[in-house]
């Protein structure tokens, strides 16, 4: 897992969902430019015969060199992201009421309002607002135990 301290409290987790889109794009952002790199470092380059090739074997080393550190920091950046990706999707499936999991991806994650849920659960508004909180307070008493 990331060094980074990943949130302990509801409130950051609530914070956290609401990046979670945002994390998908960046992973992908993170795995495109981790290929780029890739394909850099195996000198996979068309023909060039307006080009005069010369012996560059000390700027070749350099350069092999600062892609494979780029690779390394890339790949360090992408496991935090997919990390952050993980904690969310764990600490819903941590949710002891199995009815309440798509309630609180619905309300965190995708931003939906608690109202349009109540509507969706013929619930109303205060009553799932309630529920909601509670079942988070409970998640996270439990974590700290």
Known sequence: MA???L????????RECRRYFYYIAE???QMDEIRMVDHKMTGVHSVDFARVRTKSGNRTDARIVS???LNTELSRRLEETEAKLMYIINTISRIPDPGMRPIIWMLYVQG????DVAELYDMSK?????VVSAEMRALFQEEEK
Do not use: C, G, H, T
């Open 112 to 115: 939906m309002r608690i109202a």
């Open 126 to 130: 205060d009553y799932l607002s309630q």
């Open 27 to 29: 992973v992908n952002r």
């Open 3 to 5: 060094d980074e301290k």
């Open 67 to 69: 892609l494979i550190d």
């Open 7 to 14: 949130p302990a409290d509801a409130k950051e987790f609530k």
